[in-house]
């Protein structure tokens, strides 16, 4: 068994790709300042291409896009050419982004089909750098190419589809039917060749969990939804215990968590969550986990929590650190989850948690090297 001893630098430099944007079928606005990238994304038509110019934009406040088929694209490719920065941290005292209709995020989506967000960076933000409403029709979204840096809640959030734009009604006074929920959670989306890394461990605890409310991505009531060739870096709590770099759960199904590296994360692919499971029959059904990298972390590398139906298949996962967590986790699973073909290089904790609904076959588990 041999699992790279990379470093971070080392991770940094891994290739990514990620697929071809569509040719423009309809206008292209260049924007090259905050306000001109707030404009062309507020006004956009359906079908328009927005390109943003080489520079670092100081974001004075979000910016919500509603239009379909939308294309946000940096003009050169390169997502280190373009950045949309918040400029501030959650316990800043003065800070200077402002934001409307929800918590704060440099990009909303809301009531859009078939956007592309590409070749760009969203930085410095204390929540969230992209958001999408769950409850709101955002089918096809594609993220790619995307350096989600200093995000200190969540690089990526997708809220839950329990109401309508998240406006939280109780299940009493739902101002649409379950079924109709059902119709506009969020379908078909894609997240492919970002990068999502932290310079530093968060360092406050002004986030209701004592400064460990922090993952790449939180989605929620996805359906076939794919997750792949992406880098996640330095992701972790103020305590060592923040949520998965991937983080997917309440009602998601058929999601495919494919070939990414995770480095230094508390936690890596988490699909399901331990607590929020009264009232809902499961939080994640049909979900494949295979061919990740997982190296370091303290926390668990991959865990599966109320679920059903649950592949976990050739990954390679290390780590020297990992004590209190096992390398793979899966409870609660309603009826089958197979375990198969991964790599495990045990260090001071345990291999598995696993209740009995959950087959291991094949598996490679090795004792790490003593230093």
């Known amino acids: 068994m041999v699992i790279p001893a990379y470093t971070r630098e080392d991770v940094l430099r891994l290739p990514q790709q990620r697929p071809p944007l569509p040719t423009p079928g309809g206008p292209v606005v260049r924007a090259a300042s905050a306000l001109e990238i707030i404009q062309a994304i507020e006004e956009a038509e359906d079908g328009s291409t927005i390109v943003i110019a080489k520079g670092h934009y100081r974001m004075p406040r979000d910016c919500i896009l509603t239009k379909h088929r939308v294309v946000i ?9 373009v950045i949309l920065d918040g400029g501030m941290e959650f316990d800043d005292d003065t800070p200077v982004f402002r934001t409307r209709n929800g918590a704060p995020a440099l990009i909303k989506i809301a009531h859009a089909r078939g956007v592309t967000i590409a070749d760009l960076t969203v930085a410095n933000n204390p929540k969230y750098g992209i958001l999408f409403f769950g409850d709101a029709g955002v089918h096809d979204l594609k993220i790619w190419n995307v350096k989600f840096h200093n ?50 461990a968060k360092r406050n605890d002004k986030d209701q969990f004592n400064g460990d ?43 495919t968590v494919e070939d990414n590296v995770f480095f230094d994360c508390d936690r890596c692919v988490a699909l399901g969550n331990p607590s929020g499971k009264a009232g809902k029959p499961f939080h994640i059904r049909g979900a494949t986990v295979r061919g990740n990298l997982l190296l370091g972390g303290s926390g668990k590398g991959i865990e599966i929590d109320y679920g059903d139906e649950i592949t976990i298949s050739g990954n390679r996962i290390a780590s020297a650190v990992r004590s209190a967590h096992a390398a793979i986790h899966a409870i609660d699973i309603a009826s089958t989850a197979l375990v198969t073909g991964n790599e495990i290089v045990r260090g001071t904790g345990p291999t598995y948690n696993l209740d009995s609904k959950v087959r291991v076959v094949d598996d490679r588990v090795v004792e790490a090297e003593k230093t």
């Open 73 to 81: 694209r940096g003009e050169t490719g390169n997502r280190e050419d």
């Open 151 to 200: 995000n200190w809640a969540r690089g990526l959030k997708g809220t839950a589809a329990r109401s309508y734009d998240d406006r939280g009604y109780p299940p009493e006074v739902l101002p649409v039917s379950p079924e109709a929920l059902a119709r506009i959670r969020p379908r078909g989306g894609e997240v492919r060749g970002c990068l999502f890394i932290c310079d530093h």
């Open 213 to 255: 409310y922090i993952a790449g991505m939180d989605l929620m009531n996805l359906k076939d939804w794919v997750i792949s060739g992406n880098i996640f870096v330095g992701l972790r709590g103020k305590n060592g215990e923040g949520r998965g770099a991937v983080f997917i759960w309440n009602q998601s199904e058929g999601v």
